[in-house]
């Protein structure tokens, strides 16, 4: 199925993410539905939500700033397009006021003694407290942010959730939608409508940034971060047999290593070509393993992620450490993620409190030393959800994957099994690494390179730049200076 086959359908469309290219793809999506001759109910919040992404501490004039660029949008559309009646423009407080929900008897106060307790906290059938944990991870940049300092937060973003999967649940029986549209899934504002399509058993697509600046992620009935989603697409693609394929998708990797920017900033592009650490000499000798980390608060409010049989990244890295400790032939090194940089959360500070302590020499992420180099002159390298693990592979390097990846189902890296196993695999020089077939990590470059749909309405000029049918989608400007007057003072 393709955004094309979708015609003479109704369709309830939620607008949460407004940054560029967010709105703007929302209105590309929207005007080739509109053409295509569907009905469309654009549901857009007026306040409602008292934390979101962009918000999250429900600022008024944040509110009011985002929707007068929301109606910018809406203006810009209906001039775009003939058959704009089709476009019914709604609001939550319409189907459900929000005072109202709350005589309803929706408990105040609710309090967690741990992030678990939170994690596993449901409202009705719904999960309410991995939402609002997912969103508050985000909000902190900290895995395991302290529930007490950030109460608020979670009293907001659990209401929020619980309000809005009344408020769709209402919405959908008034409607019927035959397709539900809706931003990524990740977050308290709409997980709680993919829960409801779910549920009730609606068609529904989610959209996100594409594999690059000229297009955008359009899936049917999956979230953005679903692997086996991911797994399918590499091969759906591969399999329409482009003459180019190879050379697209090698050039995804010889992209990276030039530190291009285009679907997402470069994390690489201020280190020096050809950089290793000042040890490196001296160790030369040894057996390098070198150690990708990721960024803990990227997936932390996402069941299935993480390691196999590790409570968590560092965990896992500690534990590892320890037992190397038996085998001085051996130098581990980390790169620790550069977009970890300068941020003061429990993984940054156990990393510099626990596992500088170990035998591990710890690469910080504003560290000059160039990654790609790094993986060339290593023996293994250990990555657990790392993109870094496939363009290792790509460059015929032995990788152990640890934890859950895109690229987890095309036979590019060893995935242990036991913490027995993976030491096994690092100190045993008779173990044998399988052999990769070259044509799998291409596979995921040209997934990489050609996944979803290309813009024709939206002009990007940048990462979160750009045109909408010629036009800059703006807010009014009396009310961005005000916000960023209050922002300054």
Request: glycine share 6%; proline share 4%.
């Amino acid at each position: 199925m393709s955004i094309e086959s979708i015609q003479n359908q109704k369709i309830l469309l939620q607008t949460s993410n407004h940054p560029t290219p967010h709105l703007e793809t929302e209105l590309e999506i929207m005007q080739r539905l509109l053409e295509q001759g569907n009905t469309i109910y654009w549901m857009i919040c007026q306040g409602d939500f008292q934390t979101c992404f962009h918000n999250p501490q429900h600022k008024i004039m944040h509110c009011q700033v985002c929707h007068s660029r929301v109606n910018q949008g809406a203006r810009v559309l209906k001039q775009s397009i003939e058959n704009h009646q089709n476009l019914h423009i709604i609001h939550y407080r319409d189907y459900l006021k929000l005072a109202d929900f709350k005589t309803k008897g929706y408990p105040d106060g609710l309090s967690f003694d741990s992030i678990d307790a939170l994690k596993t906290h449901q409202y009705k059938n719904y999960d309410n407290g991995l939402a609002t944990m997912s969103s508050l991870v985000s909000f902190t940049r900290d895995h395991r942010p302290d529930l007490r300092k950030h109460q608020d937060f979670i009293q907001r973003g659990l209401l929020t959730g619980a309000y809005l999967y009344d408020t769709f649940d209402l919405v959908t029986d008034q409607i019927q939608p035959d397709l539900v549209i809706l931003f990524n899934g990740r977050f308290i504002e709409n997980r709680p409508l993919l829960r409801i399509c779910e549920h009730k058993n609606i068609r529904y697509a989610t959209h996100e940034r594409g594999g690059k600046m000229k297009n955008f992620l359009f899936r049917f009935n999956s979230i953005p971060h679903s692997f086996e989603a991911i797994a399918e697409e590499i091969q759906t693609l591969w399999q329409r047999n482009d003459p180019k394929r190879d050379e697209i998708g090698a050039h995804f990797y010889n992209k990276r290593v030039k530190r291009v920017e285009d679907a997402w900033y470069s994390f690489t592009k201020n280190q020096k070509y050809g950089q290793l650490p000042a040890s490196f000499e001296q160790n030369k000798d040894k057996k390098i393993i070198t150690i990708f980390n990721s960024s803990l608060d990227e997936y932390e409010g996402l069941s299935g992620f993480g390691p196999k049989f590790y409570p968590n990244d560092n965990d896992g890295i500690l534990q590892l450490c320890e037992s190397l400790k038996a085998h001085p032939n051996i130098k581990v090194y980390m790169r620790v993620h550069p977009n970890l940089k300068g941020i003061d959360n429990t993984q940054n500070r156990f990393i510099n409190n626990q596992l500088k302590n170990s035998n591990l020499e710890i690469i910080p992420p504003e560290d000059t030393v160039d990654s790609y180099e790094l993986v060339n002159k290593s023996d293994i390298i250990i990555v657990f959800t790392s993109t870094v693990g496939i363009e290792a592979a790509f460059a015929g390097k032995k990788v152990v994957l640890l934890g859950r990846a895109a690229y987890e189902s095309l036979d590019c890296a060893v995935i242990p099994k036991s913490h027995e196993e993976l030491m096994t695999i690092l100190t045993d020089d008779d173990y044998v690494f399988p052999t990769i077939n070259p044509e799998n990590p291409i596979k995921f470059g040209y997934w990489f390179e050609s996944y979803g749909i290309d813009y024709k309405h939206y002009q990007p000029q940048g990462i979160s730049k750009g045109l909408f049918n010629g036009k800059r989608i703006k807010a009014n400007f009396i009310l961005r200076r005000i916000k960023r007057l209050a922002k300054w003072f």
